[in-house]
Nanobody
Framework: QVQLVESGGGLVQAGGSLRLSCAAAGRAFRTYVMGWFRQTPGKEREFVTA????????DYADSVKGRFTISRDNAKNSVYLQMNSLKSEDTAVYYCAASATRWATPTRRENEYDYWGQGTQVTVSS
């Protein structure tokens, strides 16, 4: 079992930056693909970005490419999401997720993630 806890959400003005963190409890963290998803009320949860176990490969949704950066520190059992040039449409609850079955290829599919955090709210004011 892996527990994921997100932090770092909050209120920021458009054009600003936030850094989300996700701390994982579990020794196998370094073997997992890690992903970030987001959800707004009334909409389905959507993929944001993912990173392989080694950090060598990443994948980004077109809507955040060039503005968001995912990274991980396996020694700290943590994954991060640096969000720059934030827009009002980035407002959402952001979820961290871990895939125990995918380690060398990032995935956008929710059903390939086995563990989820509780989410952290990001609100971008225009």
């Amino acid at each position: 079992q892996v527990q994921l806890v997100e932090s770092g959400g909050g209120l920021v003005q458009a054009g600003g930056s936030l850094r989300l963190s996700c701390a994982a409890a579990g020794r196998a963290f370094r073997t997992y693909v890690m992903g970030w998803f987001r959800q707004t009320p009334g909409k389905e949860r959507e993929f944001v970005t993912a990173i392989t176990y080694s950090g060598e490969r990443t994948d980004y949704a077109d809507s955040v490419k060039g503005r968001f950066t995912i990274s991980r520190d396996n020694a700290k059992n943590s994954v991060y999401l640096q969000m720059n040039s934030l827009k009002s449409e980035d407002t959402a609850v952001y979820y961290c997720a871990a895939s125990a079955t995918r380690w060398a290829t990032p995935t956008r599919r929710e059903n390939e993630y086995d563990y989820w955090g509780q989410g952290t709210q990001v609100t971008v004011s225009s």
